[in-house]
């Protein structure tokens, strides 16, 4: 059966008004969820979707499942989820690249802050500031020093232009007054490899990766750009004690849904996201990845998104940096 134009405008507005009625949340949902990682398998981004949607298939007693939709640096699969119907059955899992390739990219299908309804914050990750073992550097100073000494001779290794482990070096080059030449891979194994042998004297990486060699003496870690210190790192300070504080920072991993998604779903997401990061195996899991659990409200998660975009882009800006 074809529906008038008229019918299906009235058709539409009967299914919106149920969708953002109250009822409606205390219902949902009645189908399977699907959880959009933008990312490829075995990732961060996909570890957490894939911790959430474990345990929110148990909490919702509907199947939750992951959708992979890797490539142009997230952008895929987040055009994906902002152009699907706001009823809670689509939901992206990203990380903080979310806000950034604005500054990145020209042109792009979505607005990250516009298109999108902030749900929570997962978890935070804190990026490590390791050096080849061959470089005569044991600490931060030190490492500054030698840098200012050979001002754009010692190169660093990254996962791709405009990722955070490219753009984490960039602020530390603005935060110490260093010149260094930027080394971009397509992914961070090689590039982590690069730095082992010494073919790139540094780079700044995500825990868990890098964590086995440091502790192998494979890599020599400097500083973590943490607000504390690791607990399986307890030797490695923060950047903020050798006195740069510019460099509190690292990824951040969320929940995101479409915009004009009704304000009862985003309430009953957010509820029940943040009791599934507030689990013991949970907390535990995320703590064991080297992040942080966080679970914060939509109100405090758009203001830090929106503090985040804008940092970052100056970052951008500043740097002259650009995506592959």
């Known amino acids: 059966m074809t529906l008038s134009p008229t019918r299906s405008v009235a058709l539409a507005v009967t299914i919106a008004a149920a969708v953002a009625s109250p009822a ?8 399977p969820v699907r959880l959009v990682a933008p990312f490829t398998a075995g990732g961060p981004v996909d570890i957490t979707a894939r911790i959430l949607a474990q345990k929110l298939t148990d909490a919702w007693g509907q ?3 992951v959708d992979n939709r890797a490539g142009a640096s997230g952008m895929i699969g987040a055009e994906l989820v902002a152009k699907s119907p706001p009823d809670g059955y689509t939901l992206l899992v990203s990380s903080s690249i979310h806000v950034i390739v604005p500054s990145l990219f020209a042109k792009m299908g979505y607005d990250p802050l516009r298109d999108f309804a902030p749900v929570t914050v997962v978890s935070s990750s804190p990026l490590l500031l390791v050096v080849t073992p061959s470089l005569p550097v044991k600490n931060i100073r030190e490492f500054v020093a030698l840098a200012k000494a050979r001002p754009g001779e010692l ?6 232009s405009g990722s955070s482990t490219h753009l984490t070096a960039e ?3 603005t935060a110490t007054g260093t010149k260094m030449v930027h080394v971009p891979y397509k992914g961070q194994s090689q590039a982590l490899t690069d730095v082992i042998s010494g073919q790139v004297p540094f780079m700044f990486n995500s825990l868990p990766p890098v964590l086995e060699f440091v502790k192998a003496k494979r890599l020599r870690a400097l500083g973590i750009t943490a607000a ?3 607990n399986a790192l307890p030797e ?3 950047f903020a004690e050798s006195g740069y504080k510019d460099l509190v920072t690292g990824s951040w991993y969320a929940v995101w849904a479409p915009a004009k998604t009704p304000e009862t779903l985003i309430t009953r997401l957010n509820a029940d996201i943040v009791k599934v990061v507030n689990l013991p195996e949970v907390r535990s899991r995320i703590l ?7 679970g914060n409200t939509p109100a405090e998660f ?3 998104q929106k503090a985040e975009a804008a940092r970052w882009a100056k970052v951008v800006k500043e740097s002259g940096a650009k995506a592959e």
């Open 228 to 230: 504390q210190r690791f």
């Open 171 to 173: 602020l530390y080059k």
């Open 63 to 65: 199947q939750v499942v």
């Open 24 to 31: 409606f949340a205390q219902t949902w949902p009645a189908k």
């Open 302 to 304: 758009d203001a830090f």
């Open 236 to 238: 490695v300070p923060t």
């Open 288 to 294: 064991e990845l080297g992040g942080e659990p966080i």
């Open 155 to 160: 190169s660093f290794a990254s996962s791709g």
